[in-house]
């Protein structure tokens, strides 16, 4: 009977096995569209819905299945600790937990305790509300799917990393940097609970995501900070889907490690391996003191970089005369970033990698940048990359070479894996500074070419000639609106991609005159849609070889997305800035210079911008999907972050449909800082509970903004002392220089100044102030230049002038005193000789002058030497600040 029984049970296990493999074989000959799951065929082809190719289906084996996307979890506990439903989400895409560890940077302090103390919630009555829609009309979640309400709990605190071989201080979300990737499915509720566990005020904004305005996240505009030790809700509907993202909007938070990616995944989900990567910048400086130095026109960054032009490189690269006429038009060192970053992240780590994946899968890469102020250009070793969605929105797919992703612009890629070895997704920072890497795949490395090094002068040439005296910008016409202008091109050239290197070498090859093309702007752009190289932006696939690079005017919407009719209200924004003393404006006014834009809901706003800048400005709309209106007509792709570069012109509409205030910022983080935005404002919006006094919250919201911040410079020479410190802010400047002889004839000077900054360029400082000189030797009265009587002795005087920034950047100087004496001054400093040799030179009406050398060795220390017609020679250490 035993014997039996095992020759059927044998006999039966032998059939399925049978059946089993034949359905695998079945299953092995269907070819499928990534993106339309939907549609099979049992040969191959292109799919009728989107026009990609189709693949192979592979047969489904329980370790891959573990990496695809599955359908949606069961509903996230409370979290005591916080860390285990975060671990349980996460499985689903692989990305809060990268393969590799050696450069895991949270320090053991980032974890959150075991046992969590209560906190008082601010808004508890939020927990049994009926959870509002919002003025968006959602998109379908199917008939199929349940909706659920699904909570997370996170946990906000500093925290000790280590990125770069150095412990620094950092912001963690439940002990992670990003934080973790918080999944819904459309339709769901979100119930989210952010524990402020630091001991100062926090917030998050909620990325591109439609939702009552008070939970928009923005202190002081839709929500009162989340106070130190206490807990916020959070609840809004998902009535969207995507790759959205979530971070800090309180002060300099998002630098520091506030982020982390949102995934609304639609209910039918394709069912593809599906990876959150948030790419991300990292200083070790605090980030306050990166954006004081930035307003103070320190140009340390500049110098780490190699990128500060100096003459003795432009001649040593034939550009003296490029290198002149750029400093004629008052116009600093060309760059195309801020920031000098140590290290750029692919998930909190410089390296990453999934190693599960073999030859033939297709890998949708959910792309997050959440760098404060990085741009990236994205490249892939291992065929081109599939462009299928944009800022949340679906696109038509789209192949490219390669891509760039501006701050807070987030893309879903898909990608092959050709064979099994191991492929670079890499992400270059714009400046070429580094990069960072994700690997897919086991086997040998296949790497990604390295982007050239930038060829600054090439591009400061062409600057030059599209910069006027008065400091505006040759506005392009409408053909190179969308980012149709490769800026690789034209704006900075990159050396040939045989040339790896990022931070140094020769260029071998010079780059073509480009500046006679970009004033022949019509002849450059035609109106089939080329680019200045000749690409033909129409042409989706690079079938003469060339390399294909993404802008928005080759994104389509697969839908229409023209809006109802209705009233039309037309804003136009130039888009403003002084990079010398880092003021960013829209027409010439920050936000708190600015009031509210009234919008009526039922209104189709336009926006027309015009970038007056040599930066580019990704601008961000809180709460609203807009189009970017390009050649595709009604398919205009939908957005919520569009980048402008210089000299372009875009223009963006959105339907009003909301209520409340609603932030318009650049999403560079010191942009956004120094006051570069709107507040647009719905008519008859109902009070905002929570914020009842309007004027102190505007007052509060732009406290940051209107900050004076300090900066200096301290000379210890062997004749003596002389410094300066100011104490500035967008428009004022307090600001006070000193002479002090170590010798008794030496004797002591000041003058203090207090001004204000006028113009679109800043140029222009009307001020007044005290000039005081004491010298206990006597000596004769010496007479200046202009004929009149100089007290040398002991001078007390009350002054009143202004300043003018001239050509060469020479800054001019006519005053008046209280004794009525007159005097006129001419004034360089920091003249670039090399990457870190300045010059500075003075000279006035009353027969003083100076010329001094300063070496730079660290940020805040200088080798110094200089002549001074009054303290003579001396050298000693100069101190920056």
């Known amino acids: ?233 959070y609840k809004f509907p998902i009535i969207q889907n995507g790759t959205y993202w979530y971070h800090s909007h ?93 290290k750029f992240l692919t998930n909190g780590q410089d390296i990453a990698e999934q190693t599960h994946f073999t030859a033939g899968d297709v890998v949708k890469l959910r792309v997050v940048n959440g760098g404060a102020s990085t741009y990236f250009w994205l490249t892939y070793s291992g065929s081109k990359i599939t462009v299928v969605g944009n800022d949340g929105n679906d696109v038509e797919p789209v192949e490219v070479d390669r891509l760039i992703i501006a701050p807070a ?86 050396s040939s991609v045989q040339d790896h290197s990022m931070h140094g070498g020769d260029i071998a090859n010079p780059a073509p005159d480009i500046s006679m093309q970009m004033k022949q702007k019509a002849d450059t752009t035609s109106h089939e849609g080329h680019t200045m190289e000749g690409h033909d932006m129409r042409n989706m696939n690079s079938s003469d070889g060339e390399m294909v690079t993404l802008n928005y005017g080759m994104l389509r919407a697969p839908e229409k997305t023209t809006l109802k009719p209705g009233p039309e209200k037309v804003l136009r924004f130039e888009l403003t800035g002084n990079m010398n003393r880092y003021v960013w404006t829209l027409d010439n006014k920050t936000v708190s210079e600015s009031d509210k834009i009234l919008i009526k809901k039922g209104e189709n706003v336009k926006v027309i911008m015009f970038n007056n800048s040599m930066m580019r400005h990704p601008m961000h709309l809180h709460g609203h999907d807009f189009r970017v209106l390009n050649k595709q007509g009604e398919y205009a792709p939908m957005k919520n972050v569009v980048d402008i570069l210089p000299m372009e012109t875009d223009t963006l509409e959105f339907a009003a449909s909301e209520s409340g205030d609603w932030f318009f910022h650049c999403h560079i983080l010191y942009h956004m800082m120094a006051g570069m935005g709107r507040v647009f404002t719905y008519q008859n919006s109902p009070p905002n509970p929570e914020l009842p006094d309007q004027k102190l919250a505007w007052k509060r919201l732009n406290r940051e903004e209107r900050m004076f911040l300090p900066s200096g410079m301290v000379g210890l020479e062997s004749n003596g002392s002389d410094g300066e410190f100011i104490l500035g802010s967008s428009r004022y400047q307090l600001s006070t220089e000193w002479r002090i ?13 207090f001004g204000r900054y006028f113009g679109k360029m800043q140029w222009l400082f009307p001020f007044v102030g005290f000039d005081y000189h004491y010298n206990s030797v006597e000596n004769e009265a010496e007479e200046t230049l202009l004929g009149q009587t100089s007290n040398q002795n002991n001078r007390k005087a009350f002054v009143a002038g202004v300043q003018y920034t001239l050509p060469m950047l020479i800054q001019a100087e006519a005053r008046a005193d209280s004794k009525g004496k007159f005097r006129f001054q001419l004034r360089r400093e920091d003249v670039p000789l090399t990457n870190r040799l300045r010059l500075n030179l003075m000279g006035n009406t009353d027969k003083e002058y100076m010329a001094g050398l300063r070496y730079v060795v660290t940020k805040y220390v200088s080798i110094s030497t200089h002549y001074d017609s009054d303290m003579k020679y001396g050298a000693g250490l100069t101190f920056v600040y």
């Open 1 to 233: 009977m035993i014997l039996v029984l095992l020759l059927g049970i044998g006999q039966y296990t032998f059939a399925q096995h049978e059946q089993h493999k034949a359905s695998q074989q079945q299953k092995a000959e269907i070819y499928t569209c990534p993106m339309h799951p939907e549609v099979q065929s049992t040969k191959p082809g292109k799919c009728p819905k989107c026009g990609m190719t189709l693949v192979k289906q592979k047969p489904k084996v329980p370790a891959k299945k573990q990496q695809a996307t599955p359908k949606k979890a069961v509903k996230v506990k409370p979290a005591t600790p916080p860390k285990k439903p975060v671990q349980q989400k996460q499985v689903q895409q692989k990305q809060a937990q990268p393969t590799q560890n050696k450069a895991q940077p949270a320090h053991e302090h980032a974890q959150p305790t075991q046992q969590k103390p209560v906190t008082p919630v601010q808004n508890p009555e939020e927990k049994d509300k009926p959870v509002h829609k919002a003025g968006h009309k959602p998109e379908s979640p199917g008939p199929t799917y349940k909706p659920r309400t699904v909570r997370y709990d996170l946990y906000v605190r500093d925290t000790l990393v280590n990125f770069t071989g150095k412990t620094r201080r950092a912001v963690a979300i439940n002990g992670s940097i990003p934080a973790p990737a918080l999944t819904f499915t459309q339709g769901d509720t979100a119930e989210i609970y952010v524990h402020n566990e630091m001991d100062v005020e926090t917030s998050i904004h909620w990325h591109g995501v439609f939702l009552p305005n008070r939970f928009d996240g923005v202190p002081w505009l839709t929500q009162k900070p989340i106070k130190p030790h206490s807990t916020y809700l």
């Open 250 to 342: 309180s002060a300099f938070q998002e630098q520091s490690g506030m982020y982390g990616a949102l995934i609304f995944n639609k209910v039918n989900e394709p069912d593809i391996p599906a990876i959150p990567i948030v790419l991300s910048d990292w200083t070790d400086l605090n980030p306050k003191e990166v954006y004081r130095s930035l307003r103070s026109a320190n140009d340390w960054f500049a110098i780490r970089k190699g990128a500060t032009q100096g003459y003795a490189e432009a001649i040593k690269k034939g550009h003296f005369g490029t290198k002149l006429k750029n400093e004629w038009k008052r116009m600093t060192a060309m760059d195309v970033s801020d920031v000098a970053y140590e």
């Open 409 to 494: 612009e987030t893309y879903d890629l898909l990608v092959t894996i050709p064979e099994n070895m191991q492929y670079e997704f890499l992400a270059t920072a714009e400046d070429r500074t580094n990069a960072t890497s994700l690997w897919l795949g086991r086997g040998m490395k296949m790497p990604a070419q390295r982007l050239g090094k930038l060829r600054y002068f090439e591009g400061m040439k062409m600057m030059n000639d599209m910069m006027k005296m008065n400091g505006d910008m040759e506005p392009m016409d409408m053909e190179m609106s969308n980012q149709q202008m490769d800026m690789n091109s034209v704006m900075y050239p990159e």
């Open 741 to 753: 002889g170590f010798k008794k004839e030496y004797g002591i000077e000041s003058e203090t100044y």
